[in-house]
């Protein structure tokens, strides 16, 4: 029986961990859970799994939560000490990363200093600290497993691959839901308009992420990472049926790559279950109702926040750090109707103008320029 821990485990990502772990209930442990505002979802996952360690938001949602789950036997902590003890804590075999923003950096990292498997489907550890997180895996002899859709397909295909034999990856993206629309009618996008995703159901910022393409862009800088390759190695294509995740081509001209519907179950149990495959209840492609298999070049004109990431990744350093702490402030504004779907590259753009690049950074230049980049970014959208 494998024992695992899921930080994050009331967004999209947990629950559908949670659903494959309920599904196999005599091949997995559920031994910690983190949320920060969902204690009703969080009482119930509580009452179905019987954590050891739950760690929440703050003291107040520790007192909602009492009110709603039996914790005996449960040890509960606020966010500063939950996180961390969930991922060091020594039960923990896989720790499924399923936050979103800088907070899970520090406990990704702790858990691959005592050499724990990291299934990862949180983009800012790689963003932010690529460079210190896989010398740590490298160093500790911890394993990371992607979950995201595309990176779990690259994965898949790299397997038991001579990875010098490895030419390209092609990272596939539906293209969003406004992959037709003229860019005039960008500057009419409201938020509404935004969250509807023609593929996937996913949390609110990485849905406008997606819209903008910049879920591709902090993409492509995780496969730099992760697969250790340069930017100019990546090519972006956009593949509005979603059936093909992502693939990879060799020196020898092969292309592998990994299919099936868009359901976010197949990389979760991927990477619980790796490096074994078991029989799930996901549906397979029908390739007698699949019509087309398109394939597009994406337009950098429309959507330029793909570029900006392609950049950032070039100048490496602490540059992806700034753009995506740029990125998340100006996805919040633009939700809250303080700036226009357009605004949200502008203001990328602008700050990282102003920005001196540390090449090598430390942990603690990485926290340091990340607040200054979101300070800069909310003067530019909540006081102008």
Same mark, same amino acid.
């Given at each position: 029986?494998?024992?695992?821990?899921?930080?994050?485990?009331?967004?999209?990502?947990?629950?559908?961990?949670?659903?494959?772990?309920?599904?196999?209930?005599?091949?997995?442990?559920?031994?910690?859970?983190?949320?920060?505002?969902?204690?009703?979802?969080?009482?119930?996952?509580?009452?179905?799994?019987?954590?050891?360690?739950?760690?929440?938001?703050?003291?107040?949602?520790?007192?909602?939560?009492?009110?709603?789950?039996?914790?005996?036997?449960?040890?509960?902590?606020?966010?500063?000490?939950?996180?961390?003890?969930?991922?060091?804590?020594?039960?923990?075999?896989?720790?499924?990363?399923?936050?979103?923003?800088?907070?899970?950096?520090?406990?990704?990292?702790?858990?691959?200093?005592?050499?724990?498997?990291?299934?990862?489907?949180?983009?800012?550890?790689? &963003?932010?600290?690529?460079?210190?997180?896989?010398?740590?895996?490298?160093?500790?002899?911890?394993?990371?497993?992607?979950?995201?859709?595309?990176?779990?397909?690259?994965?898949?295909?790299?397997?038991?691959?001579?990875?010098?034999?490895?030419?390209?990856?092609?990272?596939?993206?539906?293209?969003?839901?406004?992959?037709?629309?003229?860019?005039?009618?960008?500057?009419?996008?409201?938020?509404?308009?935004?969250?509807?995703?023609?593929?996937?159901?996913?949390?609110?910022?990485?849905?406008?992420?997606?819209?903008?393409?910049?879920?591709?862009?902090?993409?492509?800088?995780?496969?730099?990472?992760?697969?250790? &390759?340069?930017?100019?190695?990546?090519?972006?294509?956009?593949?509005?049926?979603?059936?093909?995740?992502?693939?990879?081509?060799?020196?020898?001209?092969?292309?592998?790559?990994?299919?099936?519907?868009?359901?976010?179950?197949?990389?979760?149990?991927?990477?619980?279950?790796?490096?074994?495959?078991?029989?799930?209840?996901?549906?397979?492609?029908?390739?007698?109702?699949?019509?087309?298999?398109?394939?597009?070049?994406?337009?950098?004109?429309?959507?330029?926040?793909?570029?900006?990431?392609?950049?950032?990744?070039?100048?490496?350093?602490?540059?992806?750090?700034?753009?995506?702490?740029?990125?998340?402030?100006?996805?919040?504004?633009?939700?809250?109707?303080?700036?226009?779907?357009?605004?949200?590259?502008?203001?990328?753009?602008?700050?990282?103008?102003?920005?001196?690049?540390?090449?090598?950074?430390?942990?603690?230049?990485?926290?340091?320029?990340?607040?200054?980049?979101?300070?800069?970014?909310?003067?530019?959208?909540?006081?102008?």
């Amino acid at each position: 029986m494998k024992k695992i821990a899921i930080l994050g485990s009331t967004g999209s990502i947990g629950t559908s961990t949670l659903s494959v772990v309920h599904s196999r209930p005599g091949d997995f442990r559920v031994i910690g859970l983190s949320a920060y505002r969902n204690m009703r979802l969080l009482a119930r996952q509580i009452k179905l799994f019987r954590p050891k360690l739950v760690s929440v938001k703050d003291e107040p949602a520790i007192r909602k939560l009492e009110k709603l789950a039996d914790l005996s036997g449960v040890k509960v902590y606020t966010q500063d000490q939950g996180l961390a003890a969930i991922a060091a804590h020594a039960e923990v075999q896989t720790l499924v990363v399923a936050t979103s923003g800088i907070i899970s950096l520090r406990p990704t990292l702790s858990a691959i200093e005592r050499g724990k498997t990291i299934a990862l489907a949180n983009k800012e550890p790689l &963003v932010m600290a690529g460079e210190i997180v896989m010398a740590a895996v490298k160093r500790c002899g911890a394993r990371m497993i992607p979950v995201d859709s595309e990176h779990s397909a690259i994965f898949q295909c790299l397997h038991k691959e001579e990875h010098r034999a490895l030419s390209r990856i092609y990272l596939t993206g539906s293209g969003g839901p406004f992959r037709d629309f003229p860019k005039d009618r960008l500057n009419r996008v409201t938020p509404e308009m935004a969250l509807r995703h023609p593929k996937w159901k996913m949390g609110k910022k990485i849905t406008i992420d997606s819209a903008t393409l910049m879920n591709k862009g902090l993409e492509l800088i995780e496969a730099c990472r992760l697969f250790g &390759v340069g930017p100019e190695r990546i090519e972006v294509v956009i593949h509005p049926e979603a059936i093909i995740h992502s693939m990879v081509e060799f020196c020898d001209r092969s292309v592998l790559a990994q299919l099936g519907i868009p359901d976010m179950r197949v990389p979760i149990q991927y990477a619980l279950d790796y490096p074994y495959r078991r029989d799930n209840a996901v549906k397979s492609p029908d390739f007698f109702r699949i019509k087309a298999l398109r394939f597009f070049k994406p337009d950098n004109e429309r959507f330029p926040c793909l570029n900006i990431a392609r950049q950032a990744a070039r100048a490496g350093g602490t540059s992806p750090g700034v753009m995506n702490a740029v990125n998340e402030v100006a996805v919040e504004a633009f939700l809250d109707g303080r700036i226009g779907f357009n605004d949200i590259p502008a203001v990328i753009r602008r700050v990282m103008k102003k920005h001196a690049c540390i090449t090598h950074p430390t942990l603690e230049q990485i926290f340091s320029v990340d607040e200054w980049a979101r300070k800069e970014a909310r003067l530019l959208c909540y006081q102008q």
